[in-house]
Nanobody, 125 residues
Framework: VQLQASGGGLVQAGGSLRLSCTAS????????VGWFRQAPGKEREFVAA????????RYGDSVKGRFTISRDNAENTVALQMNSLKPEDTAVYYC???????????????????WGQGTQVTVSS
């Protein structure tokens, strides 16, 4: 499965962006799809995850109430709607997919098998 992340850009604080993760060479069926981010000099951080089959979602504490992950109507696409963006949200955002990841492990990058190339999100103050 190849993943393609898109939708990043430059936005002012308080603004919104919508990221998309599209799979090719396979489907997201039976996968957990997650978003992670990494800012310069920092470790990769869990942002959100969704179980494709059940649509069960999970969020990192720093984005709860502001970000929404969803299974887009387009086949094999997962979206991350980011609202009320803050400068500290600035990072490269990666989508990832993994099979049979239990709920308690969805925040762990090592559990994911496939990664997209990342898309830059920059929030100006």
């Amino acid at each position: 499965v190849q993943l393609q992340a898109s939708g990043g850009g430059l936005v002012q604080a308080g603004g919104s962006l919508r990221l998309s993760c599209t799979a090719s060479g396979g489907t997201f069926r039976n996968y957990v799809v997650g978003w992670f981010r990494q800012a310069p000099g920092k470790e990769r951080e869990f942002v959100a995850a969704i179980k494709w089959n059940s649509r069960h979602t999970r969020y990192g504490d720093s984005v709860k109430g502001r970000f929404t992950i969803s299974r887009d109507n387009a086949e094999n696409t997962v979206a991350l709607q980011m609202n009320s963006l803050k400068p500290e949200d600035t990072a490269v955002y990666y989508c990832a997919a993994g099979r049979s990841i239990i709920t308690s492990a969805q925040t762990m990058a090592a559990q994911y098998d496939y990664w997209g190339q990342g898309t830059q999100v920059t929030v100006s103050s």
